[in-house]
DNA sequence: TAGATTGTTAATCGATTAACAATC
DNA sequence: TAGATTGTTAATCGATTAACAATC
C-alpha cells in the first residue's frame, strides 16, 4: 500500500506544513471563515505565497480559485500526511529535568505524540512520579516497549550514557530516535536519529547579540 | 571598530562552527596530535571536506598543507568569533521544568552561556531554589536585568503569557530572545528572535516511522 | 621527490521566488 | 464581467560539491 503523495516530502517541507498546521490551530480558532488564501497564510508565517500553495499541491490540497484554501481540509490532510493525526506511543529515557518537562508537556499529545513511560537508572528517581509518570528501571525497558509498541524513544541522558542506551533501545526495537543529549550516536543507517543539539543555537543567538551592540 | 571577519557569516555557517566546535571538543580530548584535516573532520560530521576548508577560510584560520589545521587554533579562532569564549549574562523567564532544565545545565556554561536569574509569576515558587537560582518574581526583572547587563532572555513560559513577557523584557534592554514557548512573538524588527519549535520536529520523526515500517 | 593536504574557483544541485495563464 | 486567487512553469538565488593547481 503505497501512499504516493507523502513519498516524496523532504524534511523542509515536512517542518513547513507543521507550522501551517501550527498556524491554522490558531488561526481556526479566532476565525469563523473556514477558509485562508495562500498569501494570508504566507504573511503570517513570512514566507512566499507560491511556496504555500506547492506545499499544498504535494499533498494533494485543493484551492478553490478566487476563494483560497479550506482549513479544515489543510489541517486534515496535513494531520494525514505528517502523522500527527495519528497516535505515535514513544517512551523517555532520563527522568532529568528535561526528560520530565517533555514527558509531561501536554502539548504532545495534541501533535501525536505519547509518553507511555519515562525511564531512569538512578535507583533514587525509579518509582517517583513525574509529569503523571512513575520512573521505571531500566530492567523493564525491553518488557514496555513490546507492551506498548514503541518503536519512538526521546533521550535526555548525559552525553556518556547515550550511546549505549541508544543501542539497547534499537536493539529492543526502535526505529527512531529523539537525542536531546550532546552525544553523537553511532547506530545502524536504518534507525533515523534528530539530534537535537540546542548548543548550536547559541552561535546565532551571540552573533546577534555583537550586532545588535554595534549598530 | 569593524570586525571584517565575523561580518559575513551566516546562519548555516554559524551552525557548522559551533559543531566543529563541539566535535573538536571531545577530539581533543582523546587525540594528542593537535591538528586534524579537513577530511578527518568531514568523515566525523559527515560533511563535505571541501566545505570545512571554506568555513576555516571564512574566519581567517590558515591550514598547513600536507599537515591540516591546529585544533587549538581552530577552537579558539571559533570561539571568538561565534562568542562562546565570552561570558554572556541571559536570564530564564518561567521557572517549569523545561526552564529548570535550561536555567540549570551545566553544559551552557563552557559555551559562554551564564543564567544569572531565574523568573516566574506563581508565587507558590518564588523564593525556590530550582538548580541553584533562586526562583525571582517578575517585579524583579527590571532590576536585576540592569544589574546584570542582561541582553539575552529565554522564554520557558506558555503560550499565553509569552508575548506580553516578551515585550516587557525588551523594553527592559534585551536584544536577543530564544524562545521555547509556542507562541509566534511580534516584537519591533531589531529583536532577534531564534523560535525553537520543538513539535515541528515531530513531523520528520513520524514520516521516518511510517518509512520503516513499510520498508 | 612523492604524496598528501590546503585554498579557491567552477560546476552542480536544490530550494526559493517570480511570473502568469487558467479559473471561478 | 472584473477581480482575486490558484496551479504550475520558468527564473533566480544560494548552498553544496567537485575539481585541481599550489604548497610543503
Known amino acids: 500500500m503505497a501512499k504516493s503523495v507523502s513519498?516524496?516530502?523532504?524534511?523542509?517541507?515536512?517542518?513547513?506544513?507543521?507550522?501551517?498546521?501550527?498556524?491554522?490551530?490558531?488561526?481556526?480558532?479566532?476565525?469563523?471563515?473556514?477558509?485562508?488564501?495562500?498569501?494570508?497564510?504566507?504573511?503570517?508565517?513570512?514566507?512566499?505565497?507560491?511556496?504555500?500553495?506547492?506545499d499544498l499541491a504535494a499533498i494533494?490540497?485543493?484551492?478553490?480559485?478566487?476563494?483560497?484554501?479550506?482549513?479544515?481540509?489543510?489541517m486534515q490532510t496535513i494531520g494525514?500526511?505528517?502523522?500527527?493525526?495519528?497516535?505515535?506511543?514513544a517512551v523517555v529515557i532520563g527522568a532529568g529535568r528535561?526528560?520530565?518537562?517533555?514527558?509531561?508537556?501536554?502539548?504532545?499529545?495534541?501533535?501525536?505524540?505519547?509518553?507511555?513511560?519515562l525511564f531512569d537508572h538512578d535507583p533514587a528517581k525509579i518509582g517517583l512520579t513525574i509529569?503523571?509518570?512513575?520512573?521505571?528501571?531500566?530492567?523493564?525497558?525491553?518488557?514496555?516497549?513490546?507492551?506498548?509498541?514503541?518503536?519512538l524513544a526521546i533521550l535526555t541522558l548525559p552525553a556518556d550514557a547515550a550511546q549505549q542506551a541508544a543501542l539497547r533501545l534499537v536493539n529492543a526495537g526502535v526505529k527512531v530516535l529523539w537525542n536531546f543529549s550532546p552525544a553523537r550516536l553511532n547506530l545502524p543507517p536504518a534507525v533515523f536519529v534528530r539530534h537535537e543539539q540546542l548548543f548550536v543555537g547559541l552561535g546565532q543567538l551571540?552573533?546577534?547579540?555583537?550586532?545588535s551592540h554595534s549598530s
Open 7 to 54: 513519498d516524496s516530502l523532504n524534511g523542509h517541507t515536512l517542518d513547513r506544513l507543521m507550522n501551517y498546521y501550527h498556524c491554522l490551530r490558531n488561526y481556526s480558532a479566532n476565525e469563523q471563515e473556514g477558509v485562508i488564501s495562500s498569501t494570508q497564510l504566507a504573511r503570517m508565517l513570512s514566507l512566499d505565497d507560491s511556496q504555500i500553495r506547492k
Open 60 to 74: 494533494g490540497v485543493k484551492g478553490l480559485c478566487h476563494v483560497g484554501f479550506g482549513v479544515d481540509q489543510v
Open 80 to 89: 494525514q500526511v505528517t502523522g500527527i493525526a495519528h497516535r505515535h506511543p
Open 98 to 117: 528535561l526528560g520530565g518537562a517533555l514527558a509531561s508537556y501536554a502539548g504532545f499529545a495534541e501533535y501525536g505524540l505519547a509518553v507511555v513511560a
Open 131 to 151: 509529569g503523571g509518570h512513575v520512573v521505571q528501571p531500566l530492567d523493564q525497558l525491553e518488557r514496555i516497549l513490546k507492551n506498548a509498541h514503541v518503536r
Open 206 to 211: 551571540f552573533y546577534h547579540l555583537h550586532r
